[in-house]
């Protein structure tokens, strides 16, 4: 089963999963970085990226591929993250940012770029997540995985920005996720039969 998540605020219900492989692909001239931003059912957070590149077989049990588009390169970019314990955690926030222009405080070129987020999970089913309006910015929130509810893991289109001069502490990060959570609309549920 294929899922396109085109828009804020939709989402898909994926159901009870454990292991979930995430792809970030893009052809623009730019230095895109894929990361994920996770708390477990016990409170604790924390990162993996190109810098923290976490371990699939030790907690937090996912684990990032490296890092691509270094030097703004154009062509065929893709970076990759694999959870395989999703069940420890409660929310995996999957964030894209180009280092870059981080560094310089300037927007990146998110509405020029044609990024997309694939999430196939243990049992082949794939959802396709594409940024939605984003602008002013060089630090995005794409999806969320929220695994919070006995029913399973859903996967939302959460298209959310942020303006960064530099990144040194995870709450800027964080600052981005949670921005607009009192005036959230309830997300557009897509059930997988």
């Given at each position: 089963?294929?899922?396109?998540?085109?828009?804020?605020?939709?989402?898909?219900?994926?159901?009870?999963?454990?292991?979930?492989?995430?792809?970030?692909?893009?052809?623009?001239?730019?230095?895109?970085?894929?990361?994920?931003?996770?708390?477990?059912k016990n409170g604790k957070t924390g990162i993996v990226y190109f810098g923290d590149?976490?371990?699939?077989?030790?907690?937090?049990?996912?684990?990032?591929?490296?890092?691509?588009?270094?030097?703004?390169?154009?062509?065929?970019?893709?970076?990759?993250?694999?959870?395989?314990?999703?069940?420890?955690?409660?929310?995996?926030?999957?964030?894209?940012?180009?280092?870059?222009?981080?560094?310089?405080?300037?927007?990146?070129?998110?509405?020029?770029?044609?990024?997309?987020?694939?999430?196939?999970?243990?049992?082949?089913?794939?959802?396709?997540?594409?940024?939605?309006?984003?602008?002013?910015?060089?630090?995005?929130?794409?999806?969320?995985?929220?695994n919070s509810s006995p029913v399973g893991a859903g996967i939302i289109n959460s298209?959310?920005?942020?303006?960064?001069?530099?990144?040194?502490?995870?709450?800027?990060?964080?600052?981005?996720?949670?921005?607009?959570?009192?005036?959230?609309?309830?997300?557009?549920?897509?059930?997988?039969?």
């Amino acid at each position: 089963m294929k899922m396109q998540l085109k828009e804020k605020n939709t989402s898909a219900n994926a159901g009870c999963i454990r292991k979930l492989s995430v792809s970030m692909k893009w052809t623009t001239a730019a230095d895109f970085d894929l990361a994920a931003v996770y708390e477990d059912k016990n409170g604790k957070t924390g990162i993996v990226y190109f810098g923290d590149q976490g371990s699939a077989g030790t907690y937090p049990y996912m684990c990032s591929g490296g890092d691509a588009g270094v030097g703004d390169i154009g062509g065929d970019n893709e970076e990759t993250l694999l959870i395989c314990r999703l069940d420890e955690m409660k929310y995996v926030w999957i964030m894209c940012w180009d280092y870059g222009k981080i560094q310089q405080g300037l927007p990146a070129r998110f509405q020029e770029s044609d990024i997309l987020i694939t999430f196939t999970d243990d049992r082949g089913n794939i959802f396709h997540v594409s940024p939605d309006n984003i602008s002013n910015a060089n630090a995005a929130l794409i999806a969320t995985i929220d695994n919070s509810s006995p029913v399973g893991a859903g996967i939302i289109n959460s298209s959310r920005a942020g303006l960064l001069k530099g990144l040194k502490k995870l709450q800027q990060l964080t600052d981005i996720i949670r921005q607009d959570q009192e005036t959230k609309p309830t997300p557009t549920r897509i059930i997988l039969e």
